[in-house]
């Protein structure tokens, strides 16, 4: 039960880290510095099988950007909740996975990364881990994930982004 108000407080901060606002230079420079940290302790997530073999990412819901996928091999335990809002359209999903909350992170990471976002969060609560990254163009997308482990369990993750308009 901890775990689950951990997990609520952290979603709590990461969206309000995220209402529009651009960090102060030296947050964003710790955040970062703190990302790159959580990246390089972990180890790499990609692929070695050719291209052709691995299966192409799920999007979190239809339309979803390129950044809001389901991680691979994630179990998810129901539909996204999608909403059009003032800064474009966005949603949250929940799913498991049996990745460390640190892997989980460094994927997300590389993904918003790869798709022009900048890291503006990152956050450790005991095991959990969260992170968030927003678009540095004025165009509102934003990406927020929030891993933690589940006691004799897999890892529960909450993602949740906007598509930017």
Not at 21 to 42: G, K, M, N, V, W
Not at 146 to 156: C, D, H, K, L, Q
């Amino acid at each position: 039960m901890k775990r689950m108000f951990a997990a609520a407080a952290l979603m709590a901060a990461l969206a309000l880290a995220g209402c529009g606002q651009s960090p102060a230079p030296e947050t964003a420079a710790a955040d970062e510095a703190a990302a790159d940290t959580a990246a390089r302790a972990t180890p790499a997530t990609v692929p070695t099988e050719p291209a052709s073999t691995v299966a192409a990412p799920v999007p979190a819901a239809p339309g979803a950007p390129s950044f809001a996928v389901v991680y691979p091999g994630g179990a998810v335990s129901g539909p996204a909740t999608i909403a059009q809002g003032p800064d474009g359209p966005g949603g949250i999903l929940s799913f498991t996975t049996d990745a460390t909350p640190d892997t989980v992170v460094a994927f997300y990471r590389q993904r918003a990364e790869a798709a022009g976002l900048a890291s503006v969060m990152a956050m450790n609560q005991g095991e959990a881990r969260a992170y968030g990254a927003a678009a540095e163009d004025g165009s509102s997308r934003l990406l927020r994930v929030v891993a933690t482990p589940v006691e004799n369990g897999p890892t529960s993750v909450q993602l949740d982004w906007t598509a930017g308009g």
